[in-house]
């Protein structure tokens, strides 16, 4: 089963309007990362966040961390018709090793 | 995308025959992953390595082999034993130790008919 599972499943806005996309999780983890993918394109890294973090920015992207809920937020700021994808979290399981599990995503489509 | 080449792009093949996708990098990476992706659906591990001549079966291993003979080339084969194979197929690698990003190809989307 999915580790992680993404809310909502779709997305529709207005560009300039701000995206929020929410993932949970059930066990323990070491991080947490959260990636792109344009249709019928390869996924991109945007973002990682540690177990002991609870915020992290970069550009337009902000991303928190609730252990205690076993939750993520990640929010796009001002977005732009160019953020239409799907964005996926993933989390990288205490005693995991190299492996990540997937969330199911969140599309998001930003309107002009 | 860069560095991760995945091909073909496309593929197609009938039902029963087995098909072998590549996916090549020159990121020096050690660790490399296959996924299977459904339309609306998340990413499953099919297998993994994380050094040459060795690998683990991932989430959804059945019907499909792989092979690790070189750090750069970790091929995946469809078998006819895999009862749903129509679906993207995204190559991954991972630097370093544990718990890094990954980095993933363009995908394979390979319809079975």
């Known amino acids: 089963s999915q580790q992680g599972e993404e809310d909502p499943q779709a997305l529709s806005i207005q560009e300039g309007e701000n995206a929020t996309m929410n993932c949970s999780y059930k066990t323990s983890i070491n991080n947490l990362q959260w990636y792109r993918q344009n249709s019928g394109r390869g996924l991109v890294h945007l973002i990682l966040?540690?177990?002991?973090?609870r915020e992290k920015h970069s550009g337009r992207l902000r991303v928190t961390l609730d252990t205690s809920k076993k939750s993520s937020s990640l929010l796009i700021t001002a977005s732009r018709a160019a953020d239409t994808a799907s964005y996926f979290c993933?989390?990288?399981?205490?005693?995991?090793?190299?492996?990540?599990?997937f969330g199911t995503g969140t599309q998001l489509k930003v309107e002009l | 995308d860069g560095g991760i080449t995945q091909s073909p792009k496309y593929l197609f093949r009938k039902e029963g025959q087995n098909v072998t996708l590549s996916c090549e990098q020159n990121?020096?990476?050690?660790?490399m992953y296959w996924y299977r992706q459904d339309p609306g659906q998340g990413l499953r591990l099919i297998y993994y390595?994380?050094?040459?001549?060795?690998?683990q079966k991932g989430d959804i291993a059945e019907g499909y082999s792989v092979s690790r003979e070189k750090k750069e080339s970790f091929p995946l084969t469809v078998t006819s034993a895999q009862k749903n194979p129509t679906a993207f197929y995204l190559c991954a690698t991972m630097s370093g130790g544990a718990y890094n990003e990954q980095f993933f190809g363009p995908g394979t989307r390979l319809t079975v008919l």
């Open positions: 990121l020096n990476h050690d660790a």
């Open positions: 993933a989390t990288a399981l205490t005693g995991g090793g190299n492996k990540l599990t």
């Open positions: 390595s994380q050094i040459v001549n060795d690998f």
């Open positions: 966040i540690r177990s002991n973090e």
